[in-house]
């Protein structure tokens, strides 16, 4: 019933900038935080930032730190992440994360977009 649904993602030169999108819908409670991971071809997938939607806690991988920045709408339910100074090590599919509550179960669970790919090449 819940679903995130990420865009935004495609290629971009090195030093050049892009912005995801993620936005949540369905049986949403509450929405305690949302992020967004990555996963770069043959690695494990890794966190790359966060946000409280009280916006009161914002965490960043130390990899993207002073490059990319996470922000949130409460109104839409969206969340974004712009990412600047783009480098080919930042290629991957990045995936959206949100830990809410569904309005059916009332139970906590994270949920996973399906990913957007992110291209850094000339």
């Known amino acids: 019933q819940v679903q995130l649904v990420e865009s935004g993602g495609g290629l971009v030169q090195p030093g050049g900038s892009l912005r995801l999108s993620c936005a949540a819908s369905g049986s949403i409670f509450h929405i305690n935080a949302m992020g967004w991971y990555r996963q770069a071809p043959g690695k494990e997938r890794e966190f790359v930032a966060a946000?409280?939607?009280?916006?009161?806690?914002?965490n960043y991988a130390d990899s993207v730190k002073g490059r990319f920045a996470i922000t949130r709408d409460n109104t839409k339910n969206t969340v974004y992440l712009r990412m600047n100074s783009l480098e080919p090590e930042d290629t991957a599919v990045y995936y959206c994360?949100?830990?809410?509550?569904?309005?059916?179960?009332?139970?906590?669970?994270?949920?996973w977009g399906k990913g957007t790919l992110v291209t850094v090449s000339s």
């Open positions: 946000v409280s939607w009280s916006g009161t806690s914002i």
């Open positions: 994360n949100a830990d809410l509550r569904d309005a059916a179960t009332t139970t906590w669970r994270h949920y």
